[in-house]
């Protein structure tokens, strides 16, 4: 069964950084394409990025673009957002979630079009 781990969250203040990472096991999913979600208390949960699995194109919601950053390992099997500038609106549970098969390009920014999901990691900004 595919387990998707999210780790690297935590507190900081605003203006901070912080580095999430997303891996999944068992085996190699290096031609996946990778998004991150989040969501806050009371809040759906919303699109944050994606990379493609050929790892030459990424997309941004408009909220994040010029303060995020999606990129990966060589290898593909890890893929990192790197948070900078952090705004306590950025508070929340941010998820790693893949599509169903391997060479999928990107699914769009709705949650029901992704099928694997990790347990996700706490961001908490602090103004």
């Known amino acids: 069964q595919v387990q998707v781990v999210e780790s690297g969250g935590g507190l900081v203040q605003a203006g901070g950084s912080l580095r999430l990472s997303c891996a999944a096991s068992?085996?190699?999913?290096?031609?996946?394409?990778r998004a991150w979600f989040r969501q806050a208390p009371g809040k759906n949960r919303e699109f944050v990025a994606a990379i493609k699995w050929s790892g030459d194109s990424t997309y941004y919601a408009d909220s994040v673009k010029g303060r995020f950053a999606i990129s990966r390992d060589g290898a593909g099997n890890t893929v990192y957002l790197q948070m900078n500038t952090l705004k306590p609106d950025d508070t929340a549970v941010y998820y790693c979630?893949?599509?169903?098969?391997?060479?999928?390009?990107?699914?769009?920014?709705?949650?029901?079009?992704?099928?694997?999901w990790g347990q996700g990691t706490q961001v908490t900004v602090s103004s």
């Open positions: 979630a893949m599509p169903s098969f391997p060479y999928t390009d990107y699914l769009g920014g709705s949650p029901s079009l992704w099928h694997y």
């Open positions: 068992p085996g190699t999913f290096s031609r996946y394409t």
